[in-house]
């Protein structure tokens, strides 16, 4: 079993759909949660960090860990095609320096 | 922008020769990462280091070589390069443990290709 579970997609939904994107894990250690998105050609871009269990939102997005169920999730509301890109989750320990990834969900927002 | 600078962007060279990658950051962060990415495989660790002459292997370390003598400068060399080390190279900075570092930042890649 893989540390980081992610449907690798590709996932296609009109333009003013609401997305959600999700990873599961099987390490109970990992405590600080990320998502990155990652455009065609570029570097990962961090988009949104938790810390623990909860939800987070930010703008047209929000990240919610459940760490009972090892399951983190990032919701994206009123999509727009500029969000056509592909999503890594990714975790660490409370240590802070080994990270995870997931392989990544590619999204496209169809216009 | 996290302040990270790769370079060079993009490189086509022979196999068999040595080729090095530089990282370059400004955040002062403790910890520098070397991934590559390929496609089915997603990002997997190269090496790493935390701190100044201090470095570790990842899960794919062979016929790769890093040195750090700087806090800033994080060097990746592919001591021959062969045709499977082809691939997109990010190189990443973390702060490390507490105090907010336990996030990663990454460099917008080079692209190498080895023919």
């Known amino acids: 079993q893989k540390e980081v579970e992610q449907d690798p997609g590709p996932l296609s939904v009109p333009e003013g759909a609401i997305v959600s994107l999700n990873c599961t894990y099987s390490?109970?250690?990992?405590?600080?949660f990320m998502w990155y998105r990652q455009y065609s050609r570029k570097g990962p871009e961090l988009l949104m960090y938790t810390y623990s269990s909860g939800n987070k939102e930010d703008g047209r997005f929000t990240a919610q860990v459940d760490k009972s169920s090892k399951y983190i999730s990032l919701f994206i509301r009123d999509s727009q095609p500029s969000d056509s890109a592909t999503y890594l989750c990714?975790?660490?320990?409370?240590?802070?320096?080994?990270?995870?990834f997931g392989p990544g969900t590619r999204l496209s927002v169809l216009p | 922008d996290a302040g990270i600078t790769q370079s060079p962007r993009h490189k086509v060279t022979e196999t068999g020769t040595p080729v090095t990658l530089r990282c370059h950051q400004t955040e002062n962060h403790r910890y520098m990462y070397w991934y590559r990415q390929d496609p089915g495989h997603g990002l997997r660790l190269i090496h790493y280091?935390?701190?100044?002459?201090?470095?570790d292997k990842g899960e794919v370390s062979d016929g790769y070589s890093v040195s750090r003598s700087k806090t800033e400068d994080f060097l990746l060399t592919l001591e021959s390069a062969t045709s499977s080390q082809t691939s997109v190279y990010f190189c990443a900075i973390s702060g490390g443990p507490g105090g907010g570092g336990n996030t990663i930042y990454f460099g917008e890649g080079s692209w190498l290709t080895v023919v």
């Open positions: 390490n109970s250690a990992f405590q600080y």
């Open positions: 280091s935390y701190g100044v002459k201090d470095t």
């Open positions: 990714a975790m660490s320990d409370y240590y802070g320096q080994n990270f995870v």
